[in-house]
């Protein structure tokens, strides 16, 4: 079945620090890859995503490259702020009948201190 | 717009107890789900709805029901809730075969 794996948090990083998260995935066929981010007492929302391998998604200042010879979809961010202080979930989905269904990482918590 | 909603926010049972969890998206989309999270076990789904009057098993349906109201609303219940239903519930909708979902706020549930 498909999977995903994420790095063991929490990741504790002072403000303006390189981040990178970790997640490589299973699956059969092509899936779309995913990242979604939880602030606290929040539902998650959608940070970035690829459908194809090659394929890079972006957003406020968050990067991550869909690697198929890795299987990875590793999360970048060249300088952290505060403000960044979530949890990330790498995700992947294949569609499934009517409905796409997504199979979560476990997440990992980012701390960013000043 | 709200996107979803979802209510209540908190809830705590008595073992046996049951509860509905409501769930309702203004965005006209035809696909709904229900998840639970659990410390390092990431999210898991219960059901989904892939369109108005169909719902199907996810990974972990046991104890729970749904039903698929109509287009905006998707219920689930608890029909005598056990600790281990202790959770935080997402409710979550997307576009047929679209690649986004959309997520609610969460109903963090204690059962003692």
């Known amino acids: 079945g498909n999977s995903v794996t994420q790095m063991e948090g929490p990741v504790t990083l002072s403000e303006e620090a390189f981040l990178t998260i970790n997640c490589t995935y299973t699956?059969?066929?092509?899936?779309?890859l995913f990242w979604y981010v939880q602030y606290p007492g929040e539902g998650l929302q959608l940070l970035l995503k690829?459908?194809?391998?090659?394929d890079k998604g972006s957003n406020k200042g968050f990067e991550a490259t869909y690697r198929k010879e890795t299987t990875s979809f590793h999360l970048e961010k060249g300088s952290v702020q505060v403000s960044d202080s979530a949890v990330y979930f790498c995700?992947?989905?294949?569609?499934?009948?009517?409905?796409?269904?997504?199979?979560f990482g476990t997440g990992t918590r980012l701390q960013v201190t000043l | 717009n709200a996107g979803v909603t979802q209510t209540p926010k908190f809830q705590v049972l008595k073992t046996g107890q049951s509860m509905t969890l409501q769930c309702a998206q203004d965005?006209?989309?035809?696909?709904m789900y229900w998840y639970r999270q659990d410390p390092g076990m990431g999210l898991r789904l219960i059901y989904y709805?892939?369109?108005?009057?169909?719902?199907d098993k996810g990974e972990v349906p046991n104890g729970y029901n749904v039903s698929r109201l109509n287009k905006r609303e998707f219920s689930l219940r608890l029909e005598s809730a056990a600790p281990s239903q202790t959770s935080v519930y997402f409710c979550?909708?997307?576009?047929?075969?679209?690649?986004?979902?959309?997520f609610g706020p969460g109903t963090r549930l204690t059962v003692l």
């Open positions: 979550a909708s997307s576009e047929a075969f679209g690649n986004t979902q959309y």
């Open positions: 699956a059969t066929g092509y899936p779309s």
């Open positions: 690829a459908t194809k391998a090659d």
């Open positions: 995700a992947l989905r294949e569609a499934f009948g009517t409905a796409s269904k997504l199979t």
């Open positions: 965005m006209n989309h035809n696909s």
């Open positions: 709805s892939a369109s108005e009057g169909t719902t």
